[in-house]
């Protein structure tokens, strides 16, 4: 069988000895379908610098197709400085408790 063409999007770098383990099995899964055969395309968040610096030095690019992206910075509504969403999940969470009979 000849391989298959995988997306991969994970929310962690694929480093063995990042902050998490979902780094580690992030890492172990990459190298192993590229080692099978498969021609994978993986997207990745990065949260450290370390992390990110890690990675490209594991999976150079002319053998691995690796995306690394640094989270975007939350949207602050000006003059309160809570986040659109923090307030949007305090309303739906309180509200109801409150109007409720």
């Known amino acids: 069988m ?15 000895f990042g902050a998490n383990a979902a780094g580690r099995w992030f890492y172990v899964l990459l190298k ?5 055969g498969h021609r994978v395309t993986a997207f990745a968040l990065w949260g450290r610098a370390a992390d ?4 490209v030095r594991l ?5 691995f197709d690796l995306r690394l992206y640094e989270p975007a910075a ?14 949007f999940v ?5 509200l109801p408790r ?3 009979p």
């Open 2 to 16: 000849s391989g298959r063409r995988i997306v991969l999007v994970l929310h962690e770098p694929p480093v063995p």
């Open 32 to 36: 192993g379908l590229v080692e099978a």
């Open 52 to 55: 990110r610096d890690e990675a």
């Open 59 to 63: 999976f150079p690019p002319g053998q």
């Open 74 to 87: 939350p949207r602050v509504w000006p003059g309160n400085g809570l986040a659109c969403g923090a307030v």
């Open 90 to 94: 305090f309303l739906r969470r309180a």
């Open 98 to 100: 409150r109007l409720g």
